[in-house]
């Protein structure tokens, strides 16, 4: 097994070590500084629920730190870091990087992989971002989990399955149609995708050749299912703690004290997000100005009434007429409509399917003019976000 696991990781290397993977312009040095460190901050704060204050002085591992772009805000925490990564290039980057925006020291780089790295230490926090998809992700999934202390939390930045459906397909098509020739498949990529590699270029800041070998030329871009993590994550002892986008259903309504359940157990219902993550092709700010405008009667309605029959006894009590008006508005207006605010999802579910079926009977033809003409006129397929890159999970080991 470990064989075939260096196998695979030379050949990643190689490709990594021609190209980048993390190259983002110099002039664009210090603005990414900036980015990266709201882009952390809130991913950890905000999204995985894990307050900064808590991290000062604890111990972190990481895996695949690459040029350390975000790695550094690790050391901006005063956490005390081990780094492993196996691109000697992107360790010298690494260092020098560090240098230029931190004073701290308390920070090891190993040039190690994630399989022969050895330790007798446990830590507080392991995490990668953007790694082990590149990789059998089972067994760094274990490994990670082995040097995880008990109560330690995990971080996992990784592709699933149904976000990256999309970006997948791109690599299915260029493999298809490219003869296993790296420049046809590069060519390809830029003749076929230019509006997915601008957006790429804008939103990643990334060169476009670090997205292009990334993305397409490295060999291995493997991707889990959210069942198949939570099964993982099962297997090592790890429950989810919190993730972004968020898996964890909004119809949970029990009481705080009644906790006999455990979420991790349902792992169809927290697969359920995942629709939404394989056609997402807008930002959710769009989506949410929508059904912003789309609720406000209905919930003011709703909250007319739950307001009306509140405070009883330190009101003037409200009259049956009152209340059974609002209850008469409730019913009359068929609110509560924005139940079916995710009615949109279903319409652009169907479109994108619709157009993978019209996709594979193009590509069948292998006529790469066609193939561009037709992407030029998709509604959900390959526009906007194309799915979601990256997934974000925070385990906690029990
Ligand atoms: C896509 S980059 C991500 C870098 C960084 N985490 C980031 O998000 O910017 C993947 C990194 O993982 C490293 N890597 C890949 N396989 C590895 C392995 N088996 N052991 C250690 N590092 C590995 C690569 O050399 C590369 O620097």
Redesign the pocket.
Known sequence: MLKK?IKI?KK??AV?QRV???FYPKSKERINFKKNKAFLKNLFFNYLKIPLGYLENKSML??????????INYLLWKMKADL????PI?IEKCKKYFKKFSKTKNFKIIN????T?KSKKKYDFVS?????H??NYEQ?FNVKAKFLKKNGFMML?IGNAAGMFQRNLQRYIIYFLSDNNEQNSYNLVKYLFPYFLRRAQKYGRRTLDSIIY?NFINPKDHHPTTKALLNLAKKNKLKLYSSWPPIIPTFLNNSAQNFNYDIDDYKNVLSINDIFSMIHNADDAKKLKFIEKKTYKDVQIFNDLTMLINNIGDKKLPSITSLSRKIDKMSKKKSLSFLDSTNDTKLNYSNFQMELVKLLEILKTKNIKKLRDFLKTTKVLFKGNAGIGMNYYMFHKY
């Open positions: 696991i990781e990643v290397q990594y980048s993977p993390s990481e895996f695949g730190s690459g040029t350390g772009e975000f790695s492993i990564e196996l691109n992107s190690k992989s994630i399989f790295f990668s971002i953007g790694v082990i590149h990789t760094a930045g990334d």
